[in-house]
Nanobody, 124 residues
Framework: QVQLVESGGGLVQAGDSLRLSCAASGPTFSRYGMGWFRQAPGKEREFVAAINRSGASTYYADSVKGRFTISRDNGKNTVYLQMNSLEPEDTAVYYC?????????????????WGQGTQVTVSS
């Protein structure tokens, strides 16, 4: 089992950048594919980005492609989400998640472990 703790959220202005971090417990972090999801008020949770176990493959939602970058450091048991050119529409609670299977997934139901979330608010 892995425990996930997100950090790095906050209040920023449109056009600013933020880097979210997700620290994982346990010695087997490199066995998990990782993903970032977000949930805005009144909306369903949606996929943002995913990265495979080694970090060699990534995938992004169309809404963030070119602005967000997911990466991981298996030596530090941490996955990151670099968010640039933030827009008010990016305002949401951001969650990281881990899945035990090989490969990437955009489906939240294929992730086994979730963090508690970190709030990102982008003002116009």
């Amino acid at each position: 089992q892995v425990q996930l703790v997100e950090s790095g959220g906050g209040l920023v202005q449109a056009g600013d950048s933020l880097r979210l971090s997700c620290a994982a417990s346990g010695p087997t972090f490199s066995r998990y594919g990782m993903g970032w999801f977000r949930q805005a008020p009144g909306k369903e949770r949606e996929f943002v980005a995913a990265i495979n176990r080694s970090g060699a493959s990534t995938y992004y939602a169309d809404s963030v492609k070119g602005r967000f970058t997911i990466s991981r450091d298996n030596g530090k048991n941490t996955v990151y989400l670099q968010m640039n050119s933030l827009e008010p529409e990016d305002t949401a609670v951001y969650y990281c998640a881990a899945r035990q299977y090989y490969g990437l997934s955009v489906n939240e139901y294929e992730y086994h472990y979730w963090g508690q979330g970190t709030q990102v608010t982008v003002s116009s």
